[in-house]
């Protein structure tokens, strides 16, 4: 029986990784790369720096384009399901033309793969399709919202107040009703804008646990918004691409 593992490896620091981690890598004889084109080359990069400090067995890496993505759908929920289809083809393609009967291999996803990734839903896919029979095994990785927490010495959660995880295409039709904190994950608009001078304080990385890592926090003014949209844009500029993430909060008593 072939096997798959989704190994989480952290946000961005090799260091990131945990002992099981490290440990199924180890097993693996083929890993898969989707390649999302020249200006995302640093995350292959990070990828394979990866696999050269802790992996000490020979194996193969095979990579295949990752399909194209409609960023400005009519119909949001439909484009993603029509990616999510053509990203599941190619797994299918890749475990069936590169991972012979009894061998392991392995996608390596950043962060965690429970947290807002596709990679579980999309080997899942492969299952249904029956084409290809493989046992598969997820492995946690520490997740952006946790490296951001960390990065930013505060907590998650204030004492007994709630904590929410969105979008901000989410965000933008309103604040959470009962919650305090708020993690907002693929957020291309800056959508914090909506709320300078409500009160609340802001947590922001991009890039988190890599050399490009940029921080920024403290209350949510005119002036740090219109400093984080600056670095933001002069970064994402400068690199291609850019993965950050920030925690809203309101404080206790507000």
Not at 33 to 52: C, M, S
Not at 83 to 104: F, M, T
Not at 118 to 129: D, G, K, N, P, Q
Request: hydrophobic content about 45%.
């Amino acid at each position: 029986m072939r096997k798959i593992y989704a190994i989480g490896i952290g946000a961005g620091d090799p260091e990131h990784l945990t002992v099981q981690a490290i440990d199924r890598l180890n097993r693996v004889d083929v890993f898969f790369v989707l390649d999302k084109g020249a200006e995302k080359a640093d995350l292959v990069r990070l990828r394979q720096e990866i696999l050269d400090r802790f992996v000490t067995r020979e194996y193969r890496v095979v990579r295949a384009e990752d399909p194209p993505r409609d960023r400005t759908p009519a119909d949001y929920r439909a484009a993603v399901a029509d990616w999510h289809a053509a990203r599941a083809a190619v797994y299918e393609s890749l475990i069936l033309s590169s991972l012979g009967p009894g061998e392991v291999g392995a996608f390596l996803v950043w962060g965690d793969p429970s947290l807002y990734d596709s990679t579980i839903a999309l080997i899942e896919a492969v299952l249904v399709r029956g084409n290809v029979a493989f046992e598969y095994e997820v492995v946690p990785g520490i997740s952006s919202i946790s490296a951001l927490a960390a990065r930013h010495r505060t907590t998650m959660n204030q004492i007994g107040r709630a904590v929410q995880l969105t979008t901000g295409r989410r965000l933008a039709s309103g604040w959470p009703d009962g919650a305090d904190d708020v993690f907002v994950l693929l957020d291309a608009h800056t959508t914090f804008d909506r709320y300078v001078d409500e009160g609340l304080h802001i947590f922001w990385g991009a890039y988190l646990g890599t050399p490009h890592e940029i921080l920024r926090s403290g209350p949510l003014t005119p002036a740090l918004a219109e400093d984080i949209r600056r670095v933001r844009a002069e970064a994402r500029e400068r690199h291609g691409w850019i993965m950050d993430t920030c925690l809203l909060r309101r404080p206790a008593g507000e």
